[in-house]
């Protein structure tokens, strides 16, 4: 196929970009709702009901509240995350074709992850939410920076890698939110990392698609990605006064409960490589040989990194958490 631009890629295979909707996007009246996983408001047992998520929340642990923080300020600044997509070449949000069905569903199934994890903390009775609420609206107005610009290949590169980190840090929360006996947050966490992982899927295979089509681009595009390094979407994050280390201190908690950690970026790194097949994929020109031959060196030399890293032993005091 001799396609020269992305629009015309984004064009050719926007068929299988209907297709991965409906195979990826679960029936709406089939969706866990939010409203299912806590406490309602007009039954008799609600005040009950939330006295135990506050007892239960009195376990959590300092860094596993601000990584929870973190998280869902990242899940709630979807209003970036949908004009990011849709801003993309050769997406017209004027049409209702494959790539809107698949931009659309997957931000109405992302929506459902903040609602549930915002309640959720309005009701443990442990976080400021004024000061939360502040930093996500920080968050929304001041937008991401992850060095994709319009570019489809490299925004799935990136929504590939970052559905999957999400998924890991969601489901560690879930595994130490359990531990403590928070079973409602266990469950809700797990509930989103099911999502994110599904999520991934969907995006990978819009990659393995362009891999087909426009090989070499979507190598050089691939490459690019790992140089600049995957970021994550806070990347921006902020507490009020307008503070702009939120985001690393939120990292540093990250890293001492090992929820997301260099070693998980490097595992990421290669189930990618796997997955694309980057190793055996045949048809590139000179420029993308030697983005493959930099991609299959760079997980040995990722590890090699986290082998030298160490875990930050100090514990910033966010504004977002009381007492």
């Known amino acids: 196929m001799n396609i020269h631009t992305r629009q015309e890629v984004m064009l050719a295979i926007e068929p299988f970009a209907a297709k991965v909707a409906s195979d990826f996007l679960k029936p709406i009246e089939e969706n866990w709702q939010p409203s299912e996983l806590l406490p309602e408001s007009q039954s008799e047992n609600f005040f009950a009901d939330v006295k135990t998520i506050q007892q239960q929340a009195e376990n959590l642990s300092y860094d596993l509240l601000a990584v929870l923080v973190g998280n869902t300020i990242t899940e709630e600044a979807l209003p970036t995350y949908e004009m990011w997509l849709a801003g993309m070449n050769g997406i017209n949000v004027e049409e209702n074709n494959g790539w809107m069905k698949w931009i659309r569903g997957w931000t109405a199934e992302e929506n459902r992850h903040g609602d549930a994890l915002n309640r959720y903390l309005y009701l443990c009775g442990r976080i400021n939410m004024k000061e939360f609420e502040t930093s996500l609206q920080y968050l929304i107005a001041d937008g991401m920076d992850i060095q994709t610009g319009t570019d489809p290949y490299k925004n799935f590169i990136y929504t590939s890698f970052q559905e999957l980190a999400t998924n890991v ?47 070499n681009e979507m190598m050089l595009a691939f490459e690019y990605m790992m140089r600049k390094k995957i970021v994550m979407p806070a990347v921006l994050l902020r507490e009020s006064g307008g503070k702009k280390n939120a985001f690393s201190n939120f990292s540093d908690a990250s890293l001492r409960l090992e929820m997301y950690t260099a070693n998980d970026y490097v595992e990421i790194l290669r189930s990618l490589l796997d997955e694309w097949q ?46």
């Not at 879930?174 to 999502?195: F, M, R, T």
């Not at 000179?286 to 590890?303: F, H, N, S």
């Open 278 to 323: 980057i190793a055996t994929i045949s048809g590139l020109k000179e420029t993308g040989e030697k983005a493959r031959d930099y991609l299959m060196a760079l997980p040995d030399r990722l590890q090699r990194i986290a082998e030298r890293s160490k875990t930050p032993e100090i514990e910033h005091k966010f504004n977002w958490i009381l007492g």
């Open 169 to 215: 840090s969601h489901r560690r929360t879930a595994s130490i939110a359990k531990q403590s006996d928070n079973l409602i947050l266990s469950k809700i966490c797990g509930l989103v990392a099911s999502d994110e992982t599904r999520h991934a899927k969907a995006y990978k295979s819009f990659v393995s698609k362009i891999f087909e089509v426009d090989t």
